[in-house]
Each structure stands twice: as structure tokens, then as C-alpha cells.
């Protein structure tokens, strides 16, 4: 009998064979491999088995039964096959899911990780997915993601884009969340906040599917009598998925997976996939949620703590001021008296002297020297004073004219100019006006010297968001930063009797009220101070 297929031959040429192909040259010497790989699926060789039929073989009917078993189980290992495949992808899709979702606690990051991979090609492939979280303090399931296309253009621009830069998954979760998180947020905003319900409804189906811990298929859910109508309409689909996100027995949301373009069947296996996959999701967004809250503890302990010190600084430095204002008083006063009786028989006695008297110029000396000590003595009463200012609400025009007002002659006799520029609209400002027109005089007619040429002070006052900046610009000064910074340390100078001690005293009066008080040596001439004064009581802030 001829036969037409080359199953019994040892070896054949490559046109001998019409199931071979380019790269299986191996198959011409291999006849056992051949007939296993190629005959069973040869028409010659069924040719050839028909014709073993038709001659009565008896071997006929055993080589149709073998052919026809070999055939079945050929067909069931190469399911097996596909199916080991897709499982050996679907662990390293969860493996690199599980990698991300375990080492991050940005929230941002753990949901853009969780839906990209739901509607990715790479990952689940459902075309929507919206995600629900618990709000326990609010009694609320409430939306709070969407991500997918809102329509088939959109879908379309989407899918090109993907195919086009050819990203794996942790890229395209990285891409989402960098470039689409905030504009897919803002897509779904009207759906996430109708997807909202409260924990307590125990008949509405994402409660349902939430409490029993188990996913839930919908098919028919315009028909469906556990489906709100609502619900339905929303959503817009006959079919979708509930995914409840369970951590440890807590509910921690829901995602809602549906195919809104295509329509593709979600079947059982995507069930169980989706399934296995949501609990490292609820358990990473637990954890990242936790992770913000201990943040925000943190934060506020922080600051706390911080508060804490620098109160307890403050009242370090309040006893040591204390103590210091306790003892200057204390010298002051001692003090005060006799140089009081010194001061009023010289004055007496200097009214009394005629012009010719030798003395009388002896009884100036002293006259004047009283006055020094006595200032000098009102400066140090004046910084016990400082420690306990008394605030109210002041207009900072007549602050600054009252001040301008009671330095008048003194700078006029000095040949100064001076000027105010007052700002629009300014509010009252709580201070101590006392100790405030204290350190403006004390600005205005301070003693440093390295006088130069320009004698004039400008003022200005201008509105900001804290309260009101008050600048002095007094261009008749020469001296350094360093200088400057020198002098606003109390009794930093001791050349001359109270020198330096009122910019100091000006420092630390406005430090206890909490105002800011900036001193800074001009570029070419002059000081420039900055005072800013607040416009409510500190409770008030």
C-alpha cells in the first residue's frame, strides 16, 4: 500500500512534510519526535489512517482510538500550559504589586498603585474602577477615587497613549499619580460624591457587600432588586464587580470595577484575582492612612513641644529680668534721693550765684551732671518697667506724632528734619503705648555716635497681613552691622553713662509685647528700624 505521509520514514526532506516549518530542521532525523509533534495533525497521514479502514486493518480502529486520546490529551496539557503561564504572570504581577504596596505609606502612591493595576492592560484590564474608603468618624462610605475614560474617545486616546510608551505597571502608577491623580480626582468628582452611604444603611448593597467581607458580582443591576435605581443609573452599566477592602476583620473601603467601553464579561477568575488581590491593597492603605494620622500627631506634638521650650525659655529669661529689674530698681531708688537733694541745692544755688561768681561755673557742672545721672536712672527704671507692659488698642498716627511732638525742640536745636508717612486705612494696634513712644524718642533722639551730613529721620506707616509696619529711616548715622548689633545688648557700652542702653531697653520692651523690632546699618549711611506692631490680642492669633 502507498502511502501518502511520512510517518514511517527514518528520515525526509524538508517539502515532505507540510506541517514543517522554518526552524524545525531538528524534525527531519527525528521520526519519533515527528510523528508525536507533526502526523497527528498531517491530512496525509489521516489519509493514510482512512485508508487502513477502508483495507479492514485491524490496527485501524486502535490507531484511531490512540490518535483520538493523544489528541485530548495534548489539547488538555496545552491548557494546563496557558494556564500555568497565566498564573506565573498573575504571581509576578502580584509579586511587584505586593513589593510597592508593602514599602510605601504615602497614601497617594498605595491608591495610584491599587487602581492602575485594576484598570491596566498589564494588570486586571477592567476598563473603571472607583474606590470608596471608610470614614469612622463620619459614619460614611464615602468616594473618594475614580480612575478609566468617561467615554469611548477618551478610552481610545488612553489606550494609544499606553501602547505608545509601552510602560510596565509600577511606571504607568508612577505616571498616574505624578500627572492624572489630582485631573482624575476632578473627572469623577459629581459620581464620588453620590457614591457616598451611610455605614448604618445595612440594606444597601455596598453595605451588604462591605459587612459580608465577600466580593459580589451584579449582573442585571437595572433589574437587580438589591441594586438601587440610583446606583444603577450612575454608574451606567449592567455589570460590575464590589471588591470590599478588608484589613484584619476592619472595613476599609470598597472598589467598584466595571467594563463601561467593552462590555467584556468580568468573569469568575477575574473575581478571584481581583479578590486575592485586595487584601494587600487594604492592608497597605490602613497602614499608609495610619501612617498620615501618626503624621499629623506628630506634627502637632512637635509643635507642641517646641511651644513647650520656648515658654519655658521665656520664663527662664522673665525670672533672670526679674531678678535684674528688681535690683536696678532697688539701686535706682537708693540712689534717686540723694542725687535728688544734690540736683535741687545745685539748681537752688546756681539760681542764687551772680554771673560773676568764680563758683558758678563749678555749680553748672554739677547741675548738669544730675541731669545725666537722673536720665540714666529713668532708663533703669524704665527697664524694670519693660517687664510688665500694660497693651491696649492705639492709633499708630498719634503714636508716632506724639512721639514727633515731645522730640521736637530737641531735634530742631540739632538741626534736624523729620517727616511722616502715614499709611491708608491703618487699625489700631494693641500695645503699651508708654513703652512704645518711650522707644521711638529713644530712636528718634538716640546718642550713637558719627554724625554725618544728611540730619533727617523719615517715617513711614503701611498696613501688611500680621498687622502694621511701622520704618524709621534716620540717614544721619554712620555705623556698622556689627556696631549696631553691639549696642542692642544691654550696658554693652560703659564709655559714657547709659550709653547703648536705649536701643537695648527699646529691644527688650517690644520683645515681652512680642514685637518684632529689626535694626539694620544702611548700605551707605543711616539706620533703618523696622517695628512691626500686631492688630489683635494674642488670643486672637
Same mark, same amino acid.
Given at each position: 500500500?502507498?502511502?501518502?505521509?511520512?510517518?514511517?520514514?527514518?528520515?525526509?526532506?524538508?517539502?515532505?512534510?507540510?506541517?514543517?516549518?522554518?526552524?524545525?530542521?531538528?524534525?527531519?532525523?527525528?521520526?519519533?519526535?515527528?510523528?508525536?509533534?507533526?502526523?497527528?495533525?498531517?491530512?496525509?497521514?489521516?489519509?493514510?489512517?482512512?485508508?487502513?479502514?477502508?483495507?479492514?486493518?485491524?490496527?485501524?480502529?486502535?490507531?484511531?482510538?490512540?490518535?483520538?486520546?493523544?489528541?485530548?490529551?495534548?489539547?488538555?496539557?496545552?491548557?494546563?500550559?496557558?494556564?500555568?503561564?497565566?498564573?506565573?504572570?498573575?504571581?509576578?504581577? !502580584?509579586?511587584? %504589586?505586593? =513589593?510597592?504596596?508593602?514599602?510605601?505609606? *504615602? $497614601?497617594? @502612591?498605595? #491608591?495610584? /498603585?491599587? &487602581?492602575?493595576?485594576?484598570?491596566?492592560?498589564?494588570?486586571?484590564?477592567?476598563?473603571?474602577?472607583?474606590?470608596?474608603?471608610?470614614?469612622?468618624?463620619?459614619?460614611?462610605?464615602?468616594?473618594?477615587?475614580?480612575?478609566?475614560?468617561?467615554?469611548?474617545?477618551?478610552?481610545?486616546?488612553?489606550?494609544?497613549?499606553?501602547?505608545?510608551?509601552?510602560?510596565?505597571?509600577?511606571?504607568?502608577?508612577?505616571?498616574?499619580? !505624578?500627572?492624572? %491623580?489630582? =485631573?482624575?480626582?476632578?473627572?469623577?468628582? *459629581? $459620581?464620588? @460624591?453620590? #457614591?457616598? /452611604?451611610? &455605614?448604618?444603611?445595612?440594606?444597601?448593597?455596598?453595605?451588604?457587600?462591605?459587612?459580608?467581607?465577600?466580593?459580589?458580582?451584579?449582573?442585571?443591576?437595572?433589574?437587580?432588586?438589591?441594586?438601587?435605581?440610583?446606583?444603577?443609573?450612575?454608574?451606567?452599566?449592567?455589570?460590575?464587580?464590589?471588591?470590599?477592602?478588608?484589613?484584619?476583620?476592619?472595613?476599609?473601603?470598597?472598589?467598584?470595577?466595571?467594563?463601561?467601553?467593552?462590555?467584556?464579561?468580568?468573569?469568575?477568575?477575574?473575581?478571584?484575582?481581583?479578590?486575592?488581590?485586595?487584601?494587600? /491593597?487594604?492592608?497597605?492603605?490602613?497602614?499608609?492612612?495610619?501612617?498620615?494620622?501618626?503624621?499629623?500627631?506628630?506634627?502637632?506634638?512637635?509643635?507642641?513641644?517646641?511651644?513647650?521650650?520656648?515658654?519655658?525659655?521665656?520664663?527662664?529669661?522673665?525670672?533672670?529680668?526679674?531678678?535684674?529689674?528688681?535690683?536696678?530698681?532697688?539701686?535706682?531708688?537708693?540712689?534717686?534721693?540723694?542725687?535728688?537733694?544734690?540736683?535741687?541745692?545745685?539748681?537752688?544755688?546756681?539760681?542764687?550765684?551772680?554771673?560773676?561768681?568764680?563758683?558758678?561755673?563749678?555749680?553748672?557742672?554739677?547741675?548738669?551732671?544730675?541731669?545725666?545721672?537722673?536720665?540714666?536712672?529713668?532708663?533703669?527704671?524704665?527697664?524694670?518697667?519693660?517687664?510688665?507692659?500694660?497693651?491696649?488698642?492705639?492709633?499708630?498716627?498719634?503714636?508716632?506724632?506724639?512721639?514727633?511732638?515731645?522730640?521736637?525742640?530737641?531735634?530742631?536745636?540739632?538741626?534736624?528734619?523729620?517727616?511722616?508717612?502715614?499709611?491708608?486705612?491703618?487699625?489700631?494696634?494693641?500695645?503699651?503705648?508708654?513703652?512704645?513712644?518711650?522707644?521711638?524718642?529713644?530712636?528718634?533722639?538716640?546718642?550713637?555716635?558719627?554724625?554725618?551730613?544728611?540730619?533727617?529721620?523719615?517715617?513711614?506707616?503701611?498696613?501688611?497681613?500680621?498687622?502694621?509696619?511701622?520704618?524709621?529711616?534716620?540717614?544721619?548715622?554712620?555705623?556698622?552691622?556689627?556696631?549696631?548689633?553691639?549696642?542692642?545688648?544691654?550696658?554693652?557700652?560703659?564709655?559714657?553713662?547709659?550709653?547703648?542702653?536705649?536701643?537695648?531697653?527699646?529691644?527688650?520692651?517690644?520683645?515681652?509685647?512680642?514685637?518684632?523690632?529689626?535694626?539694620?546699618?544702611?548700605?551707605?549711611?543711616?539706620?533703618?528700624?523696622?517695628?512691626?506692631?500686631?492688630?489683635?490680642?494674642?488670643?486672637?492669633?
Amino acid at each position: 500500500m502507498d502511502r501518502e505521509c511520512c510517518w514511517n520514514r527514518d528520515v525526509i526532506e524538508l517539502a515532505d512534510c507540510p506541517e514543517m516549518g522554518p526552524g524545525e530542521e531538528d524534525l527531519l532525523v527525528s521520526k519519533r519526535q515527528r510523528n508525536l509533534e507533526k502526523c497527528c495533525e498531517c491530512h496525509k497521514f489521516l489519509t493514510d489512517l482512512k485508508q487502513l479502514r477502508g483495507d479492514a486493518n485491524p490496527l485501524a480502529p486502535v490507531l484511531a482510538s490512540f490518535l483520538g486520546e493523544f489528541r485530548r490529551q495534548k489539547n488538555q496539557i496545552q491548557s494546563l500550559v496557558s494556564f500555568l503561564d497565566n498564573k506565573t504572570l498573575e504571581i509576578r504581577f !502580584l509579586h511587584e %504589586l505586593g =513589593s510597592v504596596l508593602q514599602s510605601s505609606v *504615602d $497614601l497617594d @502612591e498605595v #491608591l495610584s /498603585v491599587a &487602581l492602575t493595576a485594576i484598570t491596566a492592560g498589564k494588570g486586571f484590564g477592567m476598563n473603571r474602577a472607583f474606590l470608596l474608603l471608610t470614614d469612622r468618624s463620619a459614619g460614611l462610605l464615602r468616594g473618594h477615587l475614580g480612575i478609566g475614560p468617561r467615554n469611548l474617545e477618551e478610552a481610545g486616546q488612553v489606550w494609544n497613549e499606553i501602547a505608545q510608551n509601552d510602560m510596565d505597571l509600577k511606571s504607568l502608577a508612577q505616571n498616574f499619580r !505624578l500627572n492624572k %491623580l489630582s =485631573s482624575e480626582r476632578a473627572k469623577f468628582h *459629581d $459620581l464620588l @460624591e453620590q #457614591l457616598t /452611604v451611610p &455605614l448604618a444603611n445595612k440594606k444597601h448593597i455596598l453595605i451588604k457587600a462591605l459587612d459580608g467581607k465577600r466580593p459580589i458580582m451584579v449582573e442585571g443591576a437595572f433589574q437587580h432588586p438589591d441594586v438601587p435605581p440610583e446606583l444603577a443609573r450612575l454608574l451606567g452599566v449592567d455589570t460590575f464587580l464590589l471588591m470590599p477592602l478588608i484589613s484584619r476583620n476592619r472595613r476599609v473601603g470598597m472598589i467598584i470595577a466595571d467594563n463601561f467601553i467593552t462590555h467584556r464579561t468580568i468573569t469568575e477568575e477575574d473575581m478571584r484575582s481581583i479578590e486575592s488581590f485586595g487584601f494587600p /491593597v487594604a492592608f497597605a492603605i490602613e497602614r499608609a492612612s495610619l501612617y498620615d494620622k501618626l503624621q499629623v500627631e506628630l506634627d502637632r506634638v512637635t509643635a507642641a513641644g517646641k511651644k513647650l521650650k520656648e515658654q519655658q525659655e521665656l520664663i527662664v529669661r522673665m525670672e533672670s529680668m526679674a531678678l535684674v529689674g528688681r535690683i536696678t530698681s532697688s539701686v535706682a531708688h537708693s540712689v534717686r534721693n540723694p542725687l535728688m537733694i544734690i540736683g535741687g541745692f545745685a539748681r537752688s544755688m546756681l539760681k542764687n550765684s551772680p554771673e560773676s561768681d568764680p563758683k558758678r561755673t563749678f555749680i553748672e557742672s554739677i547741675v548738669a551732671e544730675t541731669r545725666q545721672l537722673e536720665g540714666v536712672l529713668d532708663e533703669i527704671l524704665n527697664y524694670s518697667d519693660s517687664l510688665y507692659p500694660t497693651k491696649d488698642f492705639w492709633d499708630v498716627s498719634q503714636l508716632v506724632e506724639t512721639a514727633l511732638r515731645d522730640t521736637a525742640d530737641n531735634l530742631t536745636s540739632l538741626g534736624y528734619a523729620t517727616s511722616y508717612s502715614p499709611g491708608d486705612d491703618l487699625p489700631p494696634v494693641y500695645i503699651d503705648f508708654k513703652q512704645l513712644s518711650y522707644c521711638l524718642r529713644t530712636v528718634l533722639q538716640n546718642d550713637i555716635a558719627g554724625i554725618g551730613v544728611d540730619l533727617s529721620i523719615a517715617i513711614w506707616s503701611q498696613r501688611c497681613e500680621d498687622g502694621v509696619i511701622l520704618r524709621i529711616e534716620d540717614h544721619s548715622r554712620h555705623i556698622t552691622q556689627a556696631e549696631l548689633d553691639h549696642l542692642l545688648v544691654p550696658f554693652s557700652e560703659t564709655r559714657d553713662l547709659g550709653a547703648g542702653l536705649g536701643l537695648a531697653l527699646c529691644k527688650t520692651m517690644l520683645e515681652k509685647q512680642g514685637i518684632p523690632f529689626i535694626v539694620q546699618a544702611g548700605e551707605n549711611d543711616g539706620i533703618r528700624y523696622t517695628i512691626t506692631l500686631p492688630t489683635r490680642k494674642e488670643e486672637q492669633t
